[in-house]
T-cell receptor
Framework: DQQVKQNSPSLSVQEGRISILNCDYT??????FLWYKKYPAEGPTFLIS?????DKNEDGRFTVFLNKSAKHLSLHIVPSQPGDSAVYFC????????????FGTGTRLQVTL | NAGVTQTPKFQVLKTGQSMTLQCAQD?????MSWYRQDPGMGLRLIHY???????DQGEVPNGYNVSRSTTEDFPLRLLSAAPSQTSVYFC?????????????FGAGSRLTVL
């Protein structure tokens, strides 16, 4: 049973436009959410996070939105750059415990010129 | 600052062979963990450790052993490799297991079991 779902395996966006990556979860105990970015042949790197007491968190070009009632979060990248081309993983945990972190299957973002 | 170092980067095994994937971190992190990444499955937790001498099972522990004799090292042992263990393995660490944790990942070890 996939508790964290990323239903879009891939996404292609033009440079300068907005990229929106979506993530849905089923476990109502999740209260801390993270996005990781992964380039080929590298390990995932932390991008941005949000706790359930917030509905938005912003860091430069990256914004994460959380809709608890819909059990949905999204990552917005504005403007998208070619260097943003990577696989993005959504992850969630109850109480932010690292050992309880559950990852989604990832969305491959390609930013085209 | 090396961060999390994994060796080897690539390994091919025959069914039934054993091997150890090495993981070392130089950030004095208490929490360390091993994940495997398979197509369409995301990253799944194999084993984790909250400090030297303490280990516990994650979501998919069968066929793997771990130990944590020092803060820096967290090796993953495959006792008798099976084709189902063909995967990319990532070691990760963080300051501790609580709060707003950010995992630092190694570059990965790609294992093929024939």
């Amino acid at each position: 049973d996939q508790q964290v779902k990323q239903n879009s395996p891939s996404l292609s966006v033009q440079e300068g436009r907005i990229s929106i990556l979506n993530c849905d979860y089923t476990n109502s105990m999740f209260d801390y959410f993270l996005w990781y970015k992964k380039y080929p042949a590298e390990g995932p790197t932390f991008l941005i996070s949000i706790s359930s007491i917030k509905d938005k968190n912003e860091d430069g070009r990256f914004t994460v939105f959380l809709n608890k009632s819909a059990k949905h979060l999204s990552l917005h990248i504005v403007p998208s750059q070619p260097g943003d081309s990577a696989v993005y993983f959504c992850a969630a945990s109850p109480t932010g415990t690292a050992s309880k972190l559950t990852f989604g299957t990832g969305t491959r973002l390609q930013v085209t010129l | 600052n090396a961060g999390v170092t994994q060796t080897p980067k690539f390994q091919v095994l025959k069914t039934g062979q054993s091997m150890t994937l090495q993981c070392a971190q130089d950030m004095n992190h208490e929490y360390m963990s091993w994940y495997r990444q398979d197509p369409g499955m995301g990253l799944r937790l194999i084993h984790y450790s909250v400090g030297a001498g303490i280990t516990d099972q994650g979501e998919v522990p069968n066929g793997y052993n771990v130990s944590r004799s020092t803060t820096e090292d967290f090796p993953l042992r495959l006792l008798s490799a099976a084709p189902s263990q063909t995967s990319v393995y990532f070691c990760a660490s963080s300051y501790d297991n609580s709060g707003a944790n950010v995992l630092t990942f190694g570059a990965g070890s790609r294992l093929t079991v024939l």
